[in-house]
């Protein structure tokens, strides 16, 4: 049982344009949602989170938008570039179980020079 | 630089044998989270430890088991090992509950087991 799922394996984006990242969940007991980036030969790095009382959470080139009657949650990354080339994972964390993070199977984010 | 620290990097083993991966958490933090990720998957989480106990549990095989220290370095122990357990195995930790859900990764531990 997934329940939080990122659909698109892969993206490809030209420099300076808009990329969009998205991720669906089916747990409405989640509180947080986090985006973590990943690099080759590296850990996740968290990238940006919003709580589940809000629907947008900015952070300089990054934005991620909350739809709870959907339980969709994207990333927008505006402009992109290709140092932002990467593998991005959503994630959720459960009130109820500590800050154990439920994680998404990633995209895999190519940005064109 | 995360501030979390695994060993071994990489590992190479056989079927049936067990091997004990190694976290050190960022200092001060009182939790550590294991996680694997096999072939470009999502992370799977496996084991919570806050403060030397066990505070929460994924999908974690009997065949695996972990503990934190009261230094709160942690290990994971992976015994009895088949070919699927080959993965990446990443440690985390966090202040407690963790600030806004932040989990802060270490480089991870590639395990391929022959």
């Known amino acids: 049982d997934q329940q939080v799922k990122q659909n698109s394996p892969s993206l490809s984006v030209q420099e300076g344009r808009i990329s969009i990242l998205n991720c669906d969940y089916t747990n409405s007991m989640f509180d947080y949602f986090l985006w973590y980036k990943k690099y080759p030969a590296e850990g996740p790095t968290f990238l940006i989170s919003i709580s589940s009382i809000k629907d947008k959470n900015e952070d300089g080139r990054f934005t991620v938008f909350l739809n709870k009657s959907a339980k969709h949650l994207s990333l927008h990354i505006v402009p992109s570039q290709p140092g932002d080339s990467a593998v991005y994972f959503c994630?959720?964390?459960?009130?109820?179980?500590?800050?154990?993070?439920?994680f998404g199977g990633g995209t895999r984010l190519m940005v064109k020079p | 630089d995360s501030g979390v620290t695994q060993t071994p990097k990489h590992l190479i083993t056989a079927t049936g044998q067990r091997v004990t991966l190694r976290c050190s958490p960022r200092s001060g933090d009182l939790s550590v989270y294991w996680y694997q990720q096999s072939l470009d998957q999502g992370l799977q989480f496996l084991i919570q430890?806050?403060?030397?106990?066990?505070?929460a549990k994924g999908n974690i095989l009997e065949r695996f088991s972990a503990q934190q220290f009261p230094d709160l370095h942690s290990e994971l122990n992976l015994s009895s090992l088949e070919l699927g357990d080959s993965a990446l195995y990443f440690c985390?930790?966090?202040?407690?509950?963790?600030?806004?859900?932040?989990?802060?990764f270490g480089e991870g531990s590639r395990l391929t087991v022959l």
């Open positions: 430890y806050y403060n030397g106990e066990e505070r």
């Open positions: 985390a930790s966090s202040v407690g509950g963790g600030r806004n859900g932040e989990l802060f």
């Open positions: 994630a959720a964390r459960h009130n109820n179980a500590g800050n154990m993070l439920t």
